[in-house]
């Protein structure tokens, strides 16, 4: 693992209010995740920490990314 990729990894406490932040937006929205479960999107960011840590650059730029992973 390269330098630049090591240094992207979420610190537990970052991943827990990503998460918290983007279920809540899963919730709210749930006419654009039709046949969708949160817990198997969860499951599936969790699997590819690099897609958690662009969604949560997007979120701390007010970017408010929604999650819709079939």
């Not at 390269?2 to 537990?12: D, G, N």
């Not at 991943?15 to 046949?35: P, S, T, V, Y």
């Not at 969790?46 to 662009?54: D, G, M, R, T, V």
């Amino acid at each position: 693992m390269s330098k630049k990729t090591a240094k992207r990894v979420l610190s537990p406490a970052q991943l827990d209010e990503l998460l918290a932040k983007l279920e809540a937006r899963f919730e709210k929205h749930m006419n654009r995740h039709k046949g969708l479960e949160w817990d198997n999107v969860r499951a599936k960011l969790e699997a590819h920490p690099e897609k958690l840590w662009s969604l949560n650059e997007m979120e701390k730029t007010g970017g408010e990314p929604d999650v819709d992973w079939p």
